[in-house]
């Protein structure tokens, strides 16, 4: 068995990657937090259709962008701006929490 696949294993039977027992989450409140994505079309170091179904799994709201894996760089603005947009919609235009 590919190694990367013992631990899609471990997220499907519940058991929650490390990034969310670090935070104290389970999978199911993680997948109800809003998320946002930037592919990079070109990309070929994670791949864009992987990045994009991994995004769609996660419910994201998803852009797409012209560029490779290192998008942030080509396309700072975009990415800039879809964190702005995320922020906003969870802190709201003034910085405070909206939840």
Known sequence: MLRGASRL???RCGEPPLQLAILGLTVSQSQSLPSWAVVATRDKAAGADLTRSMAVRAGATI???EGSHVIMVSQAETVANVILTAAAAVHGPTGTATG
């Open 63 to 65: 852009t797409e962008a």
């Open 9 to 11: 294993d471990d997220w």
